[in-house]
Nanobody, 126 residues
Framework: VQVMESRGGLVQPGGSLRLSCAGSGFTLEKYAIGWFRQAPGKERKVVSCISSKDGTPYYTDSVKGRFTISGDNAQNTVSLQMNDLEPEDTAMYYC????????????????????WGQGTLVAVSS
């Protein structure tokens, strides 16, 4: 089981960026997927996650209304569309997965996730 993030990048404040998480060795229908971020000197925290069975999304308060998570079972990918980016969104972003049969729920704690990508840097700056 592997997950891999697409490349991040440098974006101006107010700009948009789309990250994708590609899964191999498993099907998204059986795994909850989370997007986490970690800024220098800070702990890794959940940004958004999506449940396995029904695609219920979760967003941390600071990104609600700006970020959208979505899954594509045919492509076995989960995307994170990030709009209206702010300098505070600058961080390493990680995609992660864990086996789940839950409806309406995905874990917010990184400890629940077993499979992690290498991370990709998103920098928001003018």
């Amino acid at each position: 089981v592997q997950v891999m993030e697409s490349r991040g990048g440098l974006v101006q404040p107010g700009g948009s960026l789309r990250l994708s998480c590609a899964g191999s060795g498993f099907t998204l229908e059986k795994y909850a997927i989370g997007w986490f971020r970690q800024a220098p000197g800070k702990e890794r925290k959940v940004v958004s996650c999506i449940s396995s069975k029904d695609g219920t999304p979760y967003y941390t308060d600071s990104v609600k209304g700006r970020f959208t998570i979505s899954g594509d079972n045919a492509q076995n990918t989960v995307s994170l569309q990030m709009n209206d980016l702010e300098p505070e969104d600058t961080a390493m972003y990680y995609c992660a997965a864990y086996r789940s049969d839950a409806y309406y729920y995905c874990a917010g704690s990184p400890r629940e996730y077993r499979h992690w990508g290498q991370g990709t840097l998103v920098a928001v700056s003018s």
